[in-house]
Nanobody, 123 residues
Framework: QVQLVESGGGLVQAGGSLRLSCVAS????????MGWFRQAPGKEREFVAR??????YYADSVKGRFTISRDNTKNTVYLQMNSLKPDDTAVYFC??????????????????WGQGTQVTVSS
């Protein structure tokens, strides 16, 4: 497994932006697809975005507002979040997946998880 540590969460007003980072260690980072999930209080963990090489895949709820990217030289995956809404409030988790499907979006398909970072969007 790979160890993952997220950072970059915080409190932001609606319409604002945040950039989350997730640093990986322990395995060859480029061997993994990386994903972002989020979980709001009382709700199930939901898929946000995924990237394996350079082709991203997004949940419909964030398409056009969020951008996932990765830097294999830094073992880091990013989530740039723009035009944030109160509904985006959640704990955001990064996750690593050895699978090759472009649209793998089920939490059970991911092998390793970070501890999460809180994102709160005020109205």
């Amino acid at each position: 497994q790979v160890q993952l540590v997220e950072s970059g969460g915080g409190l932001v007003q609606a319409g604002g932006s945040l950039r989350l980072s997730c640093v990986a260690s322990g395995r060859t980072f480029s061997d993994y697809a990386m994903g972002w999930f989020r979980q709001a209080p009382g709700k199930e963990r939901e898929f946000v975005a995924r990237i394996r090489t350079s082709i991203p895949y997004y949940a419909d709820s964030v398409k056009g507002r969020f951008t996932i990217s990765r830097d294999n030289t830094k073992n880091t995956v990013y989530l740039q979040m723009n035009s944030l809404k109160p509904d985006d409030t959640a704990v955001y988790f990064c996750a690593a997946d050895r699978g090759y499907g472009w649209t793998r979006s089920k939490a059970a398909q991911y092998d390793s998880w970070g501890q999460g970072t809180q994102v709160t969007v005020s109205s």
